[in-house]
């Protein structure tokens, strides 16, 4: 399977008045699995289009193995998109469905037909497309599958034809926008494994679009977070849920949704919290926002006071929800086993301060020192 990189740079695309992107940077690795995640009309599907080339930037280049393919046509990028909705060929059997790239590009139009075909078609040829394709089924373990149409196949099936016609292209890279949308939850869990597999298997480059966060966590390499037209944050699961960029990042990638508590610096730096001060200092005097993960707030003897409010069971999980009796209207959720007994009434929620994430007025993560240690 040949893997390809794919370099955006300085990408620039507005519709009308309306600017979508603002000069994208972005480098995929080769066989690296990359997502582009963000909230609805941030620009990510018009972006992976500038990369199929389905849709023209304003400015900036795009690179596929160093290639400048800025101004190429779709067909000769040599990339397999995979939408939403498989378009498989309905009145085909899934054998010709996944045959069908191959025999566009390796048959002259007078082989493809279904009888004069069968006469004038370079055997060889048609023995190399059939050994191709019950390769991709092998892989996408449709084997069984390959005389059947497509209305007799389940969706997640019809995903992995989809998938099949698009590997036996040996295309530079997979393109996926949101192929998982039309799922159900289980089957999206269950495709999410094997999509995670499969980019193991193929050790193919995957461009990955999805609003969804547990897909983008779970499956990728690398994330690039975007919004309103920019890259936010790029890195991997483990750095955009430890170390957020900046307000953005950290609402969106996590459940529950971190915490936030409004709290203020003072002239020295020293972090003040619901009136208590903090042994965190920053550089900077003035409002801050504070981030705290669900798993960082337990219930302790002392500590915030609080009202339990909900509470959510998720499996081994339970979601406690909690308004803090300061000020009624900021809720905090904490993250417990649901083993033990439920806490209810009136409750005191502790955290280690290091576990604070720090963020200033303009939304961006500040390093906190905790006494004379960097700590976030
Ligand atoms: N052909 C078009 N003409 C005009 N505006 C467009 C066009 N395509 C997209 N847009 C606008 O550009 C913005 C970004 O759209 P895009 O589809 O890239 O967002 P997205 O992040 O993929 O969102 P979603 O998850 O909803 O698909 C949106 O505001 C959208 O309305």
């Known amino acids: 399977m040949t893997s390809q990189s794919v370099t955006l740079a300085g990408i620039g695309k507005g519709f009308g008045t309306t600017t979508v992107l603002k000069g994208i940077d972005l480098e995929i690795h080769a066989g690296e699995f990359l997502s582009l995640v963000g909230m609805s009309g941030c620009g990510k599907s018009t972006l ?3 990369i199929a080339g389905l849709e023209t930037a304003d400015t900036g280049s795009v690179r596929i193995d160093g290639e400048d393919v800025t101004g190429t046509d779709p067909t000769d990028r040599n990339l397999a998109m995979v939408f939403q909705s498989y378009a498989l060929y309905p009145h085909m059997s899934v054998r ?3 045959a069908t790239p191959l025999r566009m590009r390796r048959l002259r139009l007078i082989d493809r037909l279904p009888l004069l075909g069968r006469l004038t078609a370079p055997r060889d040829t048609l ?5 191709a394709v019950e390769h991709a089924a092998e ?13 007799q196949l389940s969706g997640g099936q019809r995903q992995r034809v989809a998938l099949a016609r698009a590997l036996v292209r040996n295309p530079a890279a997979f393109l996926m926008d949101e192929p998982l949308s039309n799922l159900d939850a289980k089957l999206r869990a269950h495709m999410r494994d094997e999509l995670a597999a499969l980019h193991k298997r193929l050790g193919a480059t995957f ?3 999805t609003h969804d966060q ?10 690039a977070l975007m919004s309103e037209g920019r890259i936010e944050q790029l890195g991997t699961p483990e750095e955009l849920y430890r170390r957020p960029a900046n307000l953005t990042v950290a609402r969106f990638i996590g459940a529950p949704t971190i915490n936030l508590l409004p709290a203020e610096s003072m002239a020295d730096g020293r972090l003040r919290l619901m009136g208590e001060m903090l042994d965190l200092r920053v550089r900077q005097a003035g409002p801050l926002t504070l981030g705290l993960r669900a798993e960082d707030l337990h219930l302790a003897a002392t500590g915030l006071p609080a009202r339990v409010t909900r509470i959510e069971t998720h499996g081994a ?9 300061a000020d009624e209207t900021l809720s905090l959720t ?5 083993s033990g007994p439920a806490p209810a009434g009136i409750v005191h929620l502790g955290f280690a301060q290091d576990a604070l994430h720090v963020f200033g007025p303009d939304g961006q993560r500040l390093t906190a020192r905790l006494l004379q240690k960097v700590v976030a």
């Open 127 to 131: 023995r190399e497309i059939e050994i």
């Open 334 to 338: 904490l993250r417990q086993s649901a």
């Open 139 to 151: 892989l996408l373990q449709i084997s069984a599958l390959l005389d059947r149409k497509p209305a």
């Open 207 to 209: 461009i990955y679009v």
């Open 96 to 98: 010709q469905n996944i």
């Open 317 to 325: 999980d339970r979601y406690v929800s909690c308004a803090l009796l």
């Open 214 to 223: 547990v897909e983008a966590m779970t499956m990728s390499d690398r994330i």
């Open 48 to 50: 992976l289009r500038i």
